[in-house]
């Protein structure tokens, strides 16, 4: 790929959350999760500010960061456990067939 073609693979884009604005240089193709990312933190900064409304932006941060955190290490978990009960299943499914 020449060089011309792979700066155009990157592009800036503005994105505002937490009262603030970012424009990271990303691949065109990353566009709409970036995006979808910045909406994510943002409502959940919402939801923390009407439950918290007296807390400051740091508290309403740091309590999405927890959230965040605590959603990926849960989808890891379940991830895990589908991927022990297939392997679990494939093992059955081959003794089965040595019958």
Same mark, same amino acid.
């Given at each position: 790929?020449n060089k011309?073609?792979?700066?155009?693979?990157?592009?800036?884009?503005?994105?505002?959350?937490?009262?603030?604005t970012f !424009?990271?240089?990303? *691949?065109?193709?990353?566009? *709409?999760?970036?995006?979808?990312?910045?909406?994510?933190?943002?409502?959940?900064?919402?939801?923390?500010? *009407?439950?918290?409304?007296?807390?400051?932006?740091?508290?309403?941060?740091?309590?999405?960061?927890?959230?965040?955190?605590?959603?990926?290490?849960?989808?890891?978990?379940?991830?895990?456990?589908?991927?022990?009960?297939?392997?679990?299943?494939?093992?059955?499914?081959?003794?089965?067939? !040595?019958?």
């Amino acid at each position: 790929m020449n060089k011309e073609r792979m700066e155009d693979d990157f592009f800036n884009i503005t994105i505002n959350f937490a009262e603030k604005t970012f !424009k990271p240089r990303i *691949k065109r193709s990353q566009e *709409k999760l970036y995006r979808n990312a910045a909406n994510c933190v943002e409502n959940k900064i919402q939801a923390y500010r *009407k439950k918290y409304p007296k807390q400051d932006m740091d508290t309403h941060l740091s309590l999405v960061s927890l959230d965040l955190a605590l959603e990926l290490l849960k989808e890891k978990e379940d991830k895990s456990s589908v991927r022990l009960r297939i392997e679990k299943l494939v093992e059955e499914l081959e003794e089965n067939l !040595k019958k």
